[in-house]
């Protein structure tokens, strides 16, 4: 089987006379001008283009593509990887699991002309550039089990909104469920005053996400869904409209709520990263 798969990657890879072939990986191989096509990248001292479009076919490179990352430098990024996906593959019993963040700053933008409609042949069309009314955070809280949302909207982005958040929260959840909650490690979630509330509400354990790892937070998923349904289009000329906004479309996905299902386990994304970090130099992990 593999000296059946080597011919194949022979066959199709082109052979260059010795004697061209060094001055030829120049065109051959991603450089930061990755993303000129093979046709320019062809001059007529190297490869003809094909030959270099077939070479990243049979590679699987795609220079033209490019995407970004973070390694998260926790020190105590494998605990809090296993902390928080356990509560998500095998939640405690007579415990409600919620992920909360805040999406802070959303902005009342109004399109500086008229949004004009989609027509056949025709996608939507706005101007690219717009007018400010004012911004608004949205504190939320996703029930993992269920993929309710738990939302609170507030013109500032304090500790002292969190808060109140806290306190809608301990309102809405039955009183016999334990509450363990999901967060990153925004400052405004370890205030003075938020670790006093905590102490006097005891059924509440925080469950801290590692440093630059926000994917592992659930609710941000959510956010995605708010942003490219409602927010990435909307047109509110007073901050006012855009709460209300927010509001309705929290409300109908609450009708009909849809979980986002955790299916990996903490070994498998711990071993993905470890996988990754030996690929890449300089790393610190």
């Not at 004697?19 to 490869?47: F, I, M, N």
């Not at 711990?270 to 610190?284: F, P, Q």
Request: aromatic letters at 8%; glycine letters at 4%; one cysteine or more.
């Amino acid at each position: 089987m593999a000296s059946h798969a080597h011919e194949s990657f022979k066959r199709c890879v082109p052979e260059f006379p010795p004697l061209v072939y060094r001055r030829d990986q120049e065109a051959l191989l991603p450089t930061p001008e990755a993303g000129v096509p093979c046709r320019k990248r062809a001059t007529p001292s190297s490869a003809r283009h094909p030959h270099i479009s077939r070479i990243w076919r049979a590679f699987a490179l795609a220079p033209h593509r490019s995407q970004t990352f973070k390694l998260s430098a926790d020190p105590l990024f494998i605990d809090k990887v296993r902390d928080v996906v356990g509560l998500y593959l095998d939640p405690p019993e007579k415990a409600l699991v919620l992920c909360v963040d805040e999406k802070s700053q959303i902005q009342a933008l109004d399109r500086s002309q008229p949004v004009l409609p989609m027509m056949p042949g025709v996608p939507e069309r706005r101007s690219h550039d717009y007018v400010q009314a004012g911004t608004t955070t949205l504190f939320a809280a996703l029930e993992v089990a269920t993929g309710k949302v738990i939302g609170s909207l507030h013109r500032r982005h304090r500790a002292a909104e969190f808060k109140k958040f806290l306190t809608k929260l301990d309102k809405e959840v039955p009183a016999g469920l334990q509450v363990h909650l999901i967060l990153d490690n925004y400052a405004t979630h370890k205030t003075p005053d938020i670790k006093k509330w905590l102490l006097a509400h005891p059924r509440f354990h925080l469950h801290f996400t590692p440093t630059s790892a926000s994917w592992l937070n659930l609710v941000e998923r959510w956010f995605a869904e708010l942003t490219q349904k409602k927010l990435k289009r909307g047109v509110h000329r007073s901050v006012q409209a855009l709460e209300r906004d927010i509001r309705s479309w929290l409300a109908d996905w609450n009708e009909h709520p849809r979980p986002f299902v955790w299916t990996k386990t903490a070994d498998e994304i711990l071993d993905k990263v470890a996988a990754y970090c030996r690929r890449i130099s300089d790393s610190g992990h």
